[in-house]
């Protein structure tokens, strides 16, 4: 028969023995174990669009949902180009028909539900085109509000998803301002441009850049001096999108106009 | 198709991977919740505030709110895209976001509710289970009955004088302290969508307050609802002599405590409902004023394409026409009827304009989403998300009242105090 006394002493020793081989173990911080726990990385990856270069043709729509497994036909997508027009009495129409994919095949602008405005040539003041993908912002909103940190900065930049964790409750995508995630159709998870992140960590470059005939997308490493990147991003005029959210977006633009969205 | 396609019809320039991605769904989320907490505060006007006049409806609103507490992660749960890891939240938990803080705040409000429950009803418990105790032959249902009681006694069989007026301290003590906690559990509801800053029409630091306030007005509305339909019934098993309660009678003693506890519920819900209208509108008008980059497609959104279920259903049908029925002199179980329902269906209104509304406009700020609700499904997604859904988790809470009120009756057993 076990008395009250006895119980609590033996809880109390139990507790006692048990404390020391439980403060063995390391509560595991996912982030330290990727960094290596090495101070800081000696790689920050930025993007840079020259606008000026870029046609629409959507070579880089293709490669990435290529590369990246996004089916083909689903209309969502990590990387799209954007087409504005601005005509000659002010009004700005843009569009971009499937992400671009198939590139910009007509020159009447696509308003959405089936219809379409022709815009006559001259009655054109500016048109170019806007490429778009993930910003990989320093300070990410999608990283904050994600209530299980199924989404998360790795210590070069990157915003990545683990699909083996997200919930699908869709935070992520509401707290973005630039619109670049979406719900993958066949994981069923928030997914989201990442530089092709596994292409970058090999040395190689994003889908996209490789696809573009032009240049107009190029990656770098904004913590290497020597990167050509760094260099027009330090010595150059560049915008970046959306700075009122306060959200650092890493991918910097060579020729925005203050109508791109 | 992708998530979301079905139900959104894009208009001009949106960015391709826009789409309607929190629906119906997440417009019963913040409805239900605030229905729980409504009643919670309720039922806390008496036990904590003494308001004596809403003894009738204490109780009623505290089982309807532990009934509802269930229901209220159920809209969740249908949303998102990988159920089964819903239980990550209270698991994984990362802190930073508005989400992670459910599991936290939703089970401290639930243990209060259930521990103020248990404190209420422990002398029932009680007495149930003790004559079962000393029974000889009991039938199999009356096992069942006295292992359900005799758990839900914790052990505890002192119902002496002396330890019911200590559960009485002790109620009171939970009912205080769950009012923080349950205006928490709304308030947090509104955080997460006032700390959007990517969202034009959310991100406003007034809108944890304008929940809570709309919360408290559904809630009310609800329970006098639920009261009014209870009493109806007995008062009709009353005209039938069938009724198997110990007071109230007769037709005329039931209807004489129901207009009663209405009317006075009533006052309470018109101060909350003036609280909720002056904040919205204080909103409302502040983003006109301040009239920022957003304000042109809000502006569109509100006045034009939104106008009628903000306008026409949520304030005018959902808010004035029962303000005006509350006050007007001459009041009836009736029209309190019809202004209840009218009451519930601008909240949930409210609901809707926010969560459907804020993402009626492109973050482009030059086009817009449309959203169809799914009416007949054709898939699982079509019903879980649809009408369908909908409609399973609004009834849920009764269905769970009603076997909630066969352990914690909410009228016939008489108050210890």
Known sequence: MITRRDLLKYTIKGIAGLAVPIAALEIVNPNKIFAGKNDKSKTRWVFLVDTYKCVGCGFCVKACKNENEI????????????????????????????????????????????????????????????PKLCNQCENPPCVQVCPVGATYQVPDGVVLVDRKTCIGCGYCIMACPYGVRFFHPVHHTAEKCNFCYHRIT???????????????????????????????????????????????????????????? | MVHGEVWTIKELFTYPNEYIYWSIQIVMYPFMTGLVAGAFVLSSLYHVFGVKQLKGMARFALVFSFALLFAAPMPIVLHLQHPFRGINIFMTPHFTSAIAAFGIVFSTYGAIVASELWFIYRKHFVEI????????????????KYLVFCALTLGVYDISEESLKRDEKAIKILAGLGIPVACF???????????????????????????????????????????????????????????VYTHLQTREEIGGVEINVIRMTAKYLLLFLIFAISLELLDLIFRGYTAVKSWDVLRSVIYGKDFTNIFILQYAIGNLIPFILFLMPGFTIRRAVVGVILVLFGVFMMRWNVVIGGQAFSLTFLGYMHYHLPIIPHNWETFKEGLGGALSIFIMPFVLFWIFSKIFPVFDYKESH
Not at chain 1, 97 to 120: E, M, V
Not at chain 2, 185 to 201: Q, W
């Open chain 2, 185 to 243: 559990l709304h308030g947090y509801a509104g955080f997460i969508f006032g700390s959007v800053k990517a969202n034009a029409l959310w991100m406003t630091p007034l809108m944890p307050v304008i929940f809570i306030m709309s919360a408290v007005v559904s809630g009310i509305a609800l329970c006098m609802l639920t009261y009014i339909v209870v009493m109806e019934i007995r008062k009709f098993l009353a005209s039938r002599k069938k009724t």
């Open chain 1, 202 to 261: 090999k040395g190689m470059k994003t889908a996209c850049v490789e696809a573009c005939p032009f240049g107009a997308r190029q990656i770098g490493n904004i913590k290497d001096p020597d990167d050509p990147v760094t260099k027009i991003i330090k010595t150059e005029r560049v915008g970046i999108l959306k700075e009122e959210f306060g959200t650092k977006p890493q991918v910097y633009y060579i020729g925005l106009d203050k109508e791109v969205r």
């Open chain 1, 71 to 130: 089916p083909y036909d689903a209309n969502v997508t990590r990387t799209w180009v954007e087409r504005y027009v601005v005509t000659k009495d002010g009004e700005l129409f843009a569009d971009t028909p499937k992400g671009a994919r198939d590139g910009f095949t007509t020159s009447k602008i696509d308003l959405g539900a089936g219809k379409y405005q022709d815009i006559k040539k001259e009655e054109i003041s500016k048109a170019f085109f806007v």
């Open chain 2, 129 to 144: 289970a003790l004559p079962l105790k000393t029974k000889q032959d009991k039938t199999l249902f009356e096992w069942f």
